[in-house]
């Protein structure tokens, strides 16, 4: 099997996944596509630098996120978590919640932010952060409490 077609079978069923992630930092479904397209060519590109295809999630996903903030920052935009993300999971349970939990999330800086959407809105296990982040494990861990006390303490 040839780079692209591995690549190519890698890729499968992961461009959605890709897609929820750029566009809670792009805020805008035409500029979250041209990130995972800018993302997918740059991993294509880069594919033969990665040693351990078992690592082929964290590593195009961290693409992403790099490719996203690269462009955020070319256009000077505040990273944040998308709105509609927090209404679609917490919407039946308290709508002042989500409002002031949203709220919250605003006084959040953008490390704080991005641990918040890896960890609760993406799923990853602490491990994938922190291989994502290029951390290890008890720092993602003191992050994360550090970043909930935060939200707690500004919720209460």
């Known amino acids: 099997m ?3 077609e591995l690549f190519k079978k890698l890729m499968q069923n992961r461009e959605k996944d890709l897609y929820k992630i750029a566009y809670s930092y792009m805020k805008n479904e035409n500029d979250a596509m041209d990130v995972v397209q800018d993302t ?7 594919f033969d630098y990665l040693e351990k295809k078992e690592y082929f999630d964290t590593w195009i996903i961290r693409i992403l996120i790099n490719t996203c903030k690269d462009t955020l ?27 002031d939990l949203i709220k919250t999330l ?17 799923n990853k ?32």
Do not use: C, P, W
């Not at 550090?146 to 707690?152: I, P, S, Y």
């Open 2 to 4: 040839n780079k692209n």
């Open 73 to 99: 920052k070319k256009r000077k935009m505040n990273l944040t978590i998308d709105d509609q993300d927090f209404t679609l999971t917490l919407q039946e349970k308290d709508t002042e919640g989500v409002i």
């Open 106 to 122: 605003d006084l959040l800086n953008d490390e704080e932010r991005e641990l918040i959407n890896l960890k609760y809105f993406q």
């Open 40 to 46: 997918l060519l740059k991993g294509l590109e880069k």
């Open 125 to 156: 296990k602490l491990s994938e952060i922190s291989e994502i982040k290029g951390v290890k494990i008890g720092t993602v861990k003191s992050r994360l409490s550090r970043t909930l006390d935060k939200l707690k303490e500004n919720l209460a």
